[in-house]
């Protein structure tokens, strides 16, 4: 009896998007992630890798192509219900981390499960535990998002991406404001979660000194022309 194949984490196949039809177009032939894999993709300003995200995310569709999330056709979907499978199967860490400011730590985490439909009693326990493990100490659960410090700010951050156990994980630039320490504690930390989950992660950078955290690496320039992680 042979084993089944995996089905892709996550699956880009002639993908192409422009916001104006003569202007800019991003070109991706083809993308395939396995579950748990960690690929970090590299850019310049201006090469797409935020438009790649959102693409990922299901924020935006593409013009052509399909983008195909553990074997659902994620970008043939209406927006409303790429809304509510990346709710359920994508975690996103930010630039600007975009926690809510006048919100404790624990419900920042936990909108998460809200819009995942995770019931509250479930994600709550899950949550403290979370928090706890990334070193936020029970006190600090109750606390205004904007009373801690950048790095505790992150771990939140981190918490409320992974809560849902996703498949994937997007990471926007979330180290470009962090000094050379922060930024490995960061990284050690976001990788050691998403191991424990098995989730993929796919992290965008300018910051060629990242690399090294990941096993498959890529070039946006690499990516337009069809070549695959490596």
């Known amino acids: 009896m042979t084993d089944k194949p995996k089905i892709p984490a996550i699956e880009l ?3 192409l998007f422009y916001y104006q039809p003569t202007a800019w177009q991003l070109s991706l032939p083809q993308l395939i992630l396995q579950p748990g894999q960690h690929l970090f993709i590299k850019g310049a300003s201006g090469s797409g890798k935020t438009t790649l995200l959102n693409l990922l995310a299901g924020i935006i569709a593409p013009k052509q192509g399909d983008i195909i999330l553990g074997g659902a056709p994620f970008s043939r979907l209406s927006a409303a219900k790429r809304d509510t499978l990346r709710a359920k199967n994508i975690g996103v860490v930010f630039q600007q981390l975009n926690l809510i400011s006048y919100l404790s730590v624990l419900d920042n985490v936990l909108l998460s499960a809200h819009f995942a439909g995770i019931k509250p009693a ?29 790095g505790q700010q992150q771990r939140v951050a981190i918490a409320r991406a992974l809560l849902t156990q996703p498949a994937l994980l997007i990471a ?3 180290t470009s404001a962090l000094d050379a320490d922060n930024r490995d504690s960061f990284m050690r930390i976001l990788l050691e979660q998403a191991n424990a989950c098995q989730t993929t992660v796919i ?17 946006m320039q ?9």
């Open 122 to 150: 479930k994600s709550r326990q899950r949550a403290k535990v979370l928090l706890q493990s990334l070193g936020l100490t029970a006190d600090m659960l109750t606390q205004k998002a904007a009373l801690l410090s950048v």
């Open 13 to 15: 196949k002639n993908v």
């Open 203 to 219: 992290f965008v950078s300018h910051d060629a000194n990242l690399r090294h955290y990941f096993n498959l690496q890529l070039d």
């Open 172 to 174: 926007d630039e979330p």
């Open 222 to 230: 690499n990516l337009a022309a069809g070549a695959q992680p490596c």
